[in-house]
Nanobody
Framework: EVQLVESGGGLVQPGGSLRLSCAAS????????MSWVRQAPGKGLEWVSS????????YYADSVKGRFTISTDNAKNTLYLQMNSLKSEDTAVYYC?????????WGQGTQVTVSS
């Protein structure tokens, strides 16, 4: 059974940082593309970032490029999203998901709120 469990969300001031984690199980994590997708209040899903860790390729939405960093620890089957220079518009529920373009499995999400 595929399981994705996010953690690390919370309340942070503008300009602050957070690191999200996604613990994965039930599939071969080390050869899987993984993504972060977010949903802001009252808005649709927005793709944030993807990674093919086995070829060390990463991809970012323009809205987060230069501020967010996606990475993996294949020994721990864990996906990360380091978020720096956070803005109020980054407020959203953040989901990790398998795949880059099609996401067959999703975590439950973790809330990130950027506010002073």
């Amino acid at each position: 059974e595929v399981q994705l469990v996010e953690s690390g969300g919370g309340l942070v001031q503008p300009g602050g940082s957070l690191r999200l984690s996604c613990a994965a199980s039930g599939f071969t994590f080390s050869i899987s593309a993984m993504s972060w997708v977010r949903q802001a209040p009252g808005k649709g899903l927005e793709w944030v970032s993807s990674i093919y860790s086995y070829i060390n390729n990463t991809y970012y939405a323009d809205s987060v490029k230069g501020r967010f960093t996606i990475s993996t620890d294949n020994a721990k089957n864990t996906l990360y999203l380091q978020m720096n220079s956070l803005k109020s518009e980054d407020t959203a529920v953040y989901y990790c998901a398998t795949g880059r373009y099609e996401h067959d499995y999703w975590g439950q999400g973790t809330q990130v709120t950027v506010s002073s």
